[in-house]
Nanobody, 120 residues
């Protein structure tokens, strides 16, 4: 009912930048919270950043200042701009979108994940 398509991951050298995108489609009435999570090898999935429908952002302490989350409500798309990337940022990054479907049913959907590898 809700499809999320992520893009923008890849291989980047330390100090480089990447911009992740996640576009939501389907029978969506409204989108509230949009977020990015990451899962490094052998570790649990953890929150990187989230943004509400009004643009209020929340960052995990580790990435505030280097990463920036934003959204385009007209496109149902959330972005994660990642700067000054470090090898420890290597992980699979997932987007999560919460909102309402037509018929006033809530949903919470995950993207398929996009690999980010920071290495020289």
């Amino acid at each position: 009912q809700v499809q999320l398509v992520e893009s923008g991951g890849g291989l980047v050298q330390p100090g480089g930048s990447l911009r992740l995108s996640c576009a939501a489609s389907g029978i969506i009435l409204s989108i509230n919270r949009m977020g990015w999570y990451r899962q490094a090898p052998g570790k649990q999935r953890e929150l990187v950043a989230a943004i509400t429908g009004r643009g209020i952002t929340n960052y995990a302490d580790s990435w505030q200042g280097r990463f920036a989350i934003s959204r385009d409500n007209a496109k149902n798309t959330v972005y994660l701009q990642m700067n000054s990337l470090k090898p420890e940022d290597t992980a699979v990054y997932y987007c999560n979108v919460e909102g309402l479907l037509t018929g006033i049913r809530s949903f919470s959907s995950w993207g398929q994940g996009t690999q980010v590898t920071v290495s020289s």
